[in-house]
């Protein structure tokens, strides 16, 4: 350590009773731009040791009052950090030996001295002294940040606790939430059915095919709440409606004056704010409002058409129709085959089908959506245009081209007919 450090270190204590070797040591060291402190008396030297701090402590081993090995331990007992060094002109092995087992002293140095073994060994001895400081520095900060991590630690654990404890309540509250919904949705399906026993049936085979139509990979999980929620409530909005319009509506729906009929077209209006109480989510209402919209733009209560309509609410139009024709199954099939293109979405209709397995077909025989057709696939029947033309013939691989011309056909004129390829 020298005065070029930035910081000034704690100066040098020098003791000897001779007063010539104390001043040629003094001179020596400070020559070496050491602070250094003269004491020419062990007694007067551990008074300044009591009050000042060192980093290199030096004694000659001789002197009256005390020896300097002596000297040095008690220097240990002050200031275990300072650096200890003995001067001596007799290094006897016993004098070595009690130094080394108490291990009071850093380095020996022999007198009469050489000055470059002194300063060297001085530097070696400030080297020491800084080392042993900033290991306590970093020690005590090490040990300060343990604490500050044991402490962020321990409040970190508690932060998670009452995070997991929160989850808890949240997760009780979600089921609790959970099952107040289902439990709505079941209460609006029960008064339905106590409304009109066939109103209530068909409630239930619409949640049915929905949830069909969810287990396919076409819809998000938000989309799949969506349309099964929009199912059950679609037709809540029917009990505002007698009992005897709605049998009127059934049978003979030709006979319906015109206020009649607009109070029939207005139930989508009615189920879309009854189900808000139940699902106050926008898309649902969306979809129960556009349920009975029609592809060709002649449906109610809002006279959409085409893309227009929004995705699930073409999807559920398909159900819905499938249901309200009370036929049996195959020729209900027939029914929604011949509204595809007119009053369902082509596109709803093959998902429909795909979905819900209504029509058996051969084993090599696979049914697609549009967005599903890919370059490779075989064609296992002719696509044909709405007026009749053939636009791809049997049997033909699809081409990317090939693709691409289809959907471009089915924006200006959709394809009705049903996609079938070979497995």
């Known amino acids: 350590m020298t005065a070029t450090t930035a910081s000034v270190p704690p100066p040098i204590l020098i003791v000897d009773d001779e007063p010539i070797v104390l001043a040629a040591l003094k001179e020596t060291l400070e020559r070496e731009h050491y602070h250094v402190v003269a004491a020419s008396n062990p007694a007067k030297a551990l008074e300044l040791v009591a009050k000042q701090s060192f980093a290199v402590i030096v004694s000659d081993q001789r002197m009256p009052e005390m020896t300097g090995l002596d000297f040095l331990t008690e220097c240990k007992k002050l200031q275990p950090d300072a650096t200890r060094i003995l001067i001596t002109a007799v290094l006897s092995l016993p004098t070595i030996i009690e130094a080394i087992n108490k291990g009071e002293i850093f380095r020996f140095i022999a007198k009469p001295w050489?000055?470059?073994?002194?300063?060297?060994?001085?530097?070696?001895?400030?080297?020491?002294?800084?080392?042993?400081?900033?290991?306590?520095?970093?020690?005590?900060?090490?040990?300060?940040?343990?604490?500050?991590?044991?402490?962020?630690?321990?409040?970190?654990?508690?932060?998670?606790?009452?995070?997991?404890?929160?989850?808890?309540?949240?997760?009780?509250?979600?089921?609790?939430?959970?099952?107040?919904?289902?439990?709505?949705?079941?209460?609006?399906?029960?008064?339905?059915?106590?409304?009109?026993?066939?109103?209530?049936?068909?409630?239930?085979?619409?949640?049915?095919?929905?949830?069909?139509?969810?287990?396919?990979?076409?819809?998000?999980?938000?989309?799949?709440?969506?349309?099964?929620?929009?199912?059950?409530?679609?037709?809540?909005?029917?009990?505002?409606?007698?009992?005897?319009?709605?049998?009127?509506?059934?049978?003979?729906?030709?006979?319906?004056?015109?206020?009649?009929?607009?109070?029939?077209?207005?139930?989508?209006?009615?189920?879309?704010?009854?189900?808000?109480?139940?699902?106050?989510?926008?898309?649902?209402?969306?979809?129960?409002?556009?349920?009975?919209?029609?592809?060709?733009?002649?449906?109610?209560?809002?006279?959409?058409?085409?893309?227009?309509?929004?995705?699930?609410?073409?999807?559920?139009?398909?159900?819905?129709?499938?249901?309200?024709?009370?036929?049996?199954?195959?020729?209900?099939?027939?029914?929604?085959?011949?509204?595809?293109?007119?009053?369902?979405?082509?596109?709803?209709?093959?998902?429909?089908?795909?979905?819900?397995?209504?029509?058996?077909?051969?084993?090599?025989?696979r049914e697609v959506m549009l967005e599903e057709l890919t370059p490779g696939m075989v064609l296992a029947a002719g696509l044909y245009s709405p007026h009749g033309m053939l636009l791809i013939s049997e049997g033909q691989s699809l081409s990317q081209a090939m693709i691409m011309k289809i959907k471009n056909h089915n924006m200006v004129a959709p394809i009705s007919q049903r996609l079938l390829v070979y497995s």
């Open 114 to 365: 050489l000055r470059e073994e002194l300063t060297t060994t001085l530097r070696n001895a400030y080297q020491r002294f800084d080392l042993i400081t900033r290991n306590r520095v970093l020690s005590e900060e090490t040990r300060r940040l343990n604490n500050e991590l044991r402490e962020a630690n321990s409040s970190l654990e508690e932060k998670v606790r009452d995070l997991e404890h929160q989850k808890h309540e949240l997760d009780a509250a979600n089921r609790r939430l959970s099952d107040s919904y289902e439990h709505s949705l079941e209460l609006c399906t029960r008064v339905l059915s106590t409304y009109d026993e066939l109103l209530g049936g068909q409630t239930k085979e619409l949640a049915e095919i929905a949830q069909r139509l969810c287990d396919s990979n076409h819809f998000s999980a938000d989309e799949r709440n969506i349309l099964i929620s929009a199912a059950r409530l679609c037709d809540i909005g029917l009990i505002g409606v007698s009992r005897e319009l709605l049998r009127a509506f059934r049978n003979h729906p030709e006979r319906l004056t015109e206020r009649e009929r607009q109070a029939m077209h207005s139930h989508p209006i009615y189920s879309q704010t009854l189900a808000s109480f139940v699902d106050p989510r926008p898309g649902v209402g969306e979809v129960i409002r556009a349920h009975h919209e029609r592809f060709d733009g002649e449906g109610y209560p809002d006279g959409l058409t085409g893309t227009s309509i929004p995705w699930l609410a073409r999807c559920l139009a398909v159900a819905v129709f499938f249901v309200e024709t009370g036929l049996p199954r195959e020729r209900a099939i027939e029914k929604v085959l011949s509204e595809s293109g007119k009053g369902l979405d082509p596109e709803a209709v093959r998902l429909f089908l795909q979905s819900t397995n209504m029509m058996n077909l051969p084993k090599q025989v």
